[in-house]
Nanobody, 120 residues
Framework: QVQLVESGGGLVQPGGSLRLSCAAS????????MGWYRQAPGKQRELVAA???????NYADSVKGRFTISRDNAKNTMYLQMNSLKPEDTAVYYC??????????????WGQGTQVTVSS
């Protein structure tokens, strides 16, 4: 059974930093494209940052220059370093892993989410 477990969320003041982790079990993450999504109350889930199996990265405009996504395949873990946090970054952050063959999705997994609250 594949599981993605997020950790590292919490309460932080504006301007502060947090590092989220997504640890996978039941599979190896190396063939997966992975990403961090977030969902604020009353809003749709949105992509924050993504990293392909080859290591290419992509960011939402709202977090460019502040967030950094990375992966350590040896540790079967993905990370999101979040700096200069703003109140509008407050949301539940979800980890996603997707394996594709061409345009077809072979498998897709989600974590349970971790709350990030940015407030003074």
């Amino acid at each position: 059974q594949v599981q993605l477990v997020e950790s590292g969320g919490g309460l932080v003041q504006p301007g502060g930093s947090l590092r989220l982790s997504c640890a996978a079990s039941g599979t190896i993450i190396s063939p997966f494209d992975m990403g961090w999504y977030r969902q604020a109350p009353g809003k749709q889930r949105e992509l924050v940052a993504a990293i392909t199996s080859g290591g290419s990265t992509n960011y939402a405009d709202s977090v460019k220059g502040r967030f950094t996504i990375s992966r350590d395949n040896a540790k079967n873990t993905m990370y999101l370093q979040m700096n200069s946090l703003k109140p509008e970054d407050t949301a539940v952050y979800y980890c996603n892993a997707e394996q594709r063959f061409g345009s077809y999705t072979i498998s897709n997994f989600w974590g349970q989410g971790t709350q990030v609250t940015v407030s003074s």
